[in-house]
């Protein structure tokens, strides 16, 4: 996969578009400059800052805010570590229902944490060099909108058996990141109008649900790790992708995880297109309607559910256009109940539909397969 220098580009007129843009109003007043903000402070009350703000790497965080309803407005101003790296090193530590935005927040062991508090919000952010951006170690479903993740060890996480709730994403960018997005410890995390491009992994679901509506994902090296881990102790859920872009990944799967293995598989409306490989789904339950997978290194492959789970694959595969891929359009490794219906194969390498013992819903369309049409349901070859 190359990188190229316009994701740069886009980063840099993301991030000036959004300080540009800064302002200091928030719940609909004005937010008090305050110029005497310095490292280490605990902030009770609403503010702005006036300067960047340059602290040391330790475990006491640059910034605390323990007052419910605060606004920190960074003022397009940078928080910065200096001095040694660290992972234990904190950026903005939350410990009430609060607000910030507007600003940088670099080079820490973990750029913001939550630690407690309600209806929290992070706003026109740039998380920038950082081992986690926003890390939730509380109780609770924080909402990040138009902001930058770059360059961080991960964009967005959770602690490990220390945290649970989630994350509600919408129209942010995560870029250049080794993984964009963590979902652990039963985290629900949604996902709207973001883009996920040039990262190691853009997902790694281990434990919880992921959902993406309307976003992209674009040339990452990954575009998700979905384990399973015999015993059931920790699961992806639910991985579903809804009028998505999915395109020009050099994966979709990381070598050392190459198969998903979520609970229940959704993928409709997308577009999968010009990715250097296929992929296989380990699911009980798949439903993928009304895609597009074109022009892909290799096609869609349902593989029967693991041990742990219920032993029947079901669901359905209808309205897809399954086009010029490398090897078998869609192929199902497993009888089941899965209804395969009104789906259309054309130009892939292998099978276009190879789906023995499937239910046969009709209305498949297939031609110009380089080993054949299809298998286990009846195509039409207009």
Same mark, same amino acid.
């Not at 009770?44 to 800052?49: A, D, E, G, N, P």
């Given at each position: 996969?190359?990188?190229?220098?316009?994701?740069?580009?886009?980063?840099?007129?993301?991030?000036?578009?959004?300080?540009?843009?800064?302002?200091?109003?928030?719940?609909?007043?004005?937010?008090?400059?305050?110029?005497?903000?310095?490292?280490?402070?605990?902030?009770?009350?609403?503010?702005?800052?006036?300067?960047?703000?340059?602290?040391?790497?330790?475990?006491?965080?640059?910034?605390?805010?323990?007052?419910?309803?605060?606004?920190?407005?960074?003022?397009?101003?940078?928080?910065?570590?200096?001095?040694?790296?660290?992972?234990?090193?904190?950026?903005?530590?939350?410990?009430?229902?609060?607000?910030?935005?507007?600003?940088?927040?670099?080079?820490?062991?973990?750029?913001?944490?939550?630690?407690?508090?309600?209806?929290?919000?992070?706003?026109?952010?740039?998380?920038?060099?950082?081992?986690?951006?926003?890390?939730?170690?509380?109780?609770?479903? $924080?909402? /990040?909108?138009?902001? *930058? %993740? &770059?360059? @961080?060890? +991960?964009?967005? =996480?959770?602690?490990?058996?220390?945290?649970?709730?989630? $994350?509600? /994403?919408?129209?942010? *960018? %995560? &870029?250049? @990141?080794? +993984?964009?997005? =963590?979902?652990?410890?039963?985290?629900?995390?949604?996902?709207?109008?973001?883009?996920?491009?040039?990262?190691?992994?853009?997902? +790694?679901?281990?434990?919880?649900?992921?959902?993406?509506?309307?976003?992209?994902?674009?040339?990452?090296?990954?575009?998700?790790?979905?384990?399973?881990?015999?015993?059931?102790?920790?699961?992806?859920?639910?991985?579903?992708?809804?009028?998505?872009?999915?395109?020009?990944?050099?994966?979709?799967?990381?070598?050392?995880?190459?198969?998903?293995?979520?609970?229940?598989?959704?993928?409709?409306?997308?577009?999968?297109?010009?990715?250097?490989?296929?992929?296989?789904?380990?699911?009980?339950?798949?439903?993928?309607?009304?895609?597009?997978?074109?022009?892909?290194?290799?096609?869609?492959?349902?593989?029967?559910?693991?041990?742990?789970?219920?032993?029947?694959?079901?669901?359905?595969?209808?309205?897809?256009?399954?086009?010029?891929?490398?090897?078998?359009?869609?192929?199902?490794?497993?009888?089941?109940?899965?209804?395969?219906?009104?789906?259309?194969?054309?130009?892939?390498?292998?099978?276009?539909?190879?789906?023995?013992?499937?239910?046969?819903?009709?209305?498949?369309?297939?031609?110009?397969?380089?080993?054949?049409?299809?298998?286990?349901?009846?195509?039409?070859?207009?």
């Amino acid at each position: 996969m190359c990188r190229v220098r316009g994701v740069i580009s886009m980063a840099v007129g993301l991030v000036t578009c959004l300080t540009g843009a800064a302002t200091a109003q928030a719940g609909g007043g004005e937010v008090a400059a305050q110029a005497s903000v310095q490292c280490g402070d605990t902030i009770t009350q609403s503010i702005r800052l006036t300067r960047d703000l340059e602290c040391p790497g330790t475990p006491e965080p640059a910034l605390r805010i323990a007052g419910e309803g605060v606004v920190l407005d960074l003022g397009g101003h940078t928080v910065r570590r200096t001095g040694s790296d660290t992972w234990a090193s904190e950026g903005i530590a939350v410990m009430a229902g609060s607000t910030v935005k507007n600003g940088t927040i670099r080079g820490f062991g973990k750029g913001y944490v939550l630690y407690g508090g309600r209806n929290v919000w992070l706003s026109r952010l740039q998380f920038v060099n950082n081992g986690v951006g926003a890390h939730n170690y509380g109780f609770s479903t $924080f909402t /990040v909108t138009d902001s *930058l %993740f &770059i360059g @961080n060890t +991960v964009g967005m =996480g959770s602690e490990q058996d220390a945290s649970n709730g989630g $994350f509600e /994403v919408r129209s942010t *960018l %995560f &870029i250049d @990141n080794q +993984v964009a997005l =963590g979902v652990n410890n039963a985290h629900t995390v949604n996902v709207d109008r973001s883009t996920f491009a040039f990262n190691d992994v853009a997902v +790694v679901c281990f434990y919880g649900t992921i959902s993406f509506t309307s976003s992209w994902i674009l040339q990452n090296s990954a575009v998700a790790s979905i384990p399973f881990f015999e015993g059931g102790y920790s699961q992806c859920a639910h991985a579903s992708f809804l009028d998505t872009v999915i395109a020009r990944n050099a994966s979709f799967a990381p070598a050392d995880e190459p198969v998903w293995k979520p609970f229940d598989f959704v993928l409709r409306r997308s577009q999968v297109r010009d990715n250097d490989s296929g992929i296989v789904v380990r699911t009980t339950t798949a439903d993928v309607r009304s895609n597009t997978w074109q022009s892909n290194g290799g096609g869609l492959t349902l593989d029967e559910p693991l041990q742990f789970l219920q032993p029947t694959l079901t669901g359905t595969v209808s309205d897809n256009r399954f086009l010029r891929n490398g090897g078998d359009g869609f192929r199902v490794t497993v009888a089941s109940t899965l209804t395969v219906s009104r789906n259309v194969a054309v130009g892939n390498t292998g099978w276009g539909i190879h789906a023995p013992g499937v239910i046969d819903g009709g209305g498949n369309v297939a031609r110009g397969n380089g080993a054949g049409n299809c298998v286990g349901v009846v195509c039409t070859s207009p």
